[in-house]
């Protein structure tokens, strides 16, 4: 049965109270968890994913298993519904205790970063558009899905994109929006570069 998310207003804090409280007292399936943390857990979850390719140089393999999993949430936010996960882990049942701990932690954080981050240009995180933020997350996922982990910078322009973008969507913050599709463009134009040199390297030595 899909699971489709609901548009909120609500900051990414006031999720996660809600969320904290709605779980309190409860042994849930992994579905029902993510009927419950909806659309700005996921994004947060994203967020997550970005931070061990904030280097110029990432660890190899993990952009590929951290990439896939991007990927998921984004044509979930895409299609407006939980992403597509093997029915038996759906089924899995996790105990409330394991997850309000790690909300309440998330809570503390966000409240200290609300100082710095607002809602801005609302437009560009409601209704359509931010269908087309789905679109533009899936595809940083996928680019940082390319195992070129040992070329600088290959894995941290498209993990800035998605941090920017799941960040901005969280937020409701235009701004950051607009930096994510900075960052997603800077992307495809610096892979563009490699494959070009790749090109021509090829040609000089089979020449």
Excluded at 31 to 59: A, H, K, N, V, Y
Excluded at 153 to 169: D, H, K
């Amino acid at each position: 049965m899909a699971i489709h998310f609901k548009d909120t207003e609500t900051s990414v804090v006031q999720t996660l109270q809600e969320t904290a409280e709605a779980l309190r007292g409860r042994t849930i399936t992994i579905r029902e968890l993510l009927e419950t943390i909806g659309e700005q857990g996921l994004l947060l979850f994203c967020s997550i994913l970005t931070l061990p390719f904030m280097f110029p140089i990432s660890i190899p393999g993990v952009s590929t298993v951290f990439g896939l999993i991007i990927t998921l949430i984004g044509v979930g936010v895409t299609l407006n519904r939980v992403p597509w996960l093997p029915e038996r882990l759906m089924k899995r049942t996790i105990k409330s205790e394991h997850i309000i701990p790690a909300l309440d932690k998330g809570v503390n954080l966000f409240e200290r970063l609300e100082n710095f981050v607002k809602p801005r240009l609302g437009g560009l995180s409601s209704g359509a558009f931010n269908r087309l933020n789905g679109m533009a997350l899936t595809l940083s996922a996928i680019l940082l899905l390319f195992p070129l982990s040992l070329i600088p910078f290959s894995n941290t322009i498209p993990a800035v994109a998605i941090l920017c973008l799941a960040f901005g969507m969280m937020q409701r913050d235009g701004y950051f929006i607009i930096l994510g599709y900075i960052a997603l463009v800077a992307t495809i134009i610096y892979f563009g570069v490699l494959a070009i040199a790749a090109l021509m390297a090829g040609q000089a030595f089979f020449s």
